[in-house]
């Protein structure tokens, strides 16, 4: 049977490590590894060439000696402040017969930058608190967004990652720190109102949600101790696995909504239960816990497999996706 040519392309610098959960996933699905291809190489400046060939993609790295023409691409574990220099090689991605997920530049940086998804939640109805971006503020700016907020508030940068960066800002003196601290790293911030999203027992909690191809397909608690601690589980928030049917409907429908508004047939949506139900943003590419490799790696890379029968390629020796009627997956 014929095997797929599947090039895993992410960037080591990551401390992640999901390449190495995707990576096992293409392995148990087809039997062999994916050529695994560092990011860096089709960025701005990157010594790789990536180039139409005959209407196929084609990837040079030629200090490696590579030359591979891939039938499948999974693109992942690119960190937030590079996925920019990637814009070009995502264009190109679409332009080629090769199947991929997820890989447009319009979508990664709505999501990305998070001034862009409050926004496009403004437009779309989405359910989030209410965020001020702030951008080089003076002091009585900031100041008067606090107090507009509320006076109890989350600072976070408009491009962090893993909760990196963030602060919850409940106190003048706070504020003066959050205002130093962003002004020193020259970046663009927001403020949004707390969520209050405690548990009874005094733990901050919000859920993550995968999302794939328009439903979920699996979810997690995260239960944070530290309240002044974003809930991130590389931030010490401890997982609880509630799997694809363990949300409220309510929840399930706002990840699907959040996730179709930014553009992505898959992320990992961010939300918590309190006021209804919010959505504090939407993962490109979310990291894997202990545990998920079944539960959303392997699902991940069945529905780039399943896209390339669907489109004619070789088939994978692995069980197939159960699709619903109306799935969204990407075309050739």
Known sequence: MSRPRIALIADPTSPEGCRDYLAEAVGLLTGVPPVR?????????????AERDGGRLRLRVPEEGLDLVPDVVVLYEIPPHRRAGLAGFQRLLEECDVVT?????????????????????????????????????????????????GGDTWARPVVGTGGNDTFHVNSPRRLAEAIAYYAGQDTDWMLSRDAGNITADGLRHQFRVFVLGGRIVHAREHLQPEDDTPCNTCQGATPVHLGAHGLPDRLAELAIAATASVGLPFAGVDLAAEHGGVVFEVNVQPAFVEGELPLVAVPYIEAHLEALELAGGVRHGGRPVPLRRGDKLPSR
Do not use: C, Y
Not at 37 to 49: E, V
Not at 116 to 129: H, K, N, S, W, Y
């Open 37 to 49: 291809i560092d990011s860096r190489h089709f960025a701005t400046g990157g010594g790789g060439q």
């Open 101 to 149: 997920l997820g890989t447009g530049p319009d979508a990664w940086r709505t999501a990305t930058e998070k001034n862009l998804t409050v926004e496009r939640f403004r437009r779309d109805g989405i359910a989030q608190m209410e965020t001020v971006v702030l951008s080089a503020p003076t002091e009585a700016e900031a100041r008067d967004a606090f107090e507009e907020l």
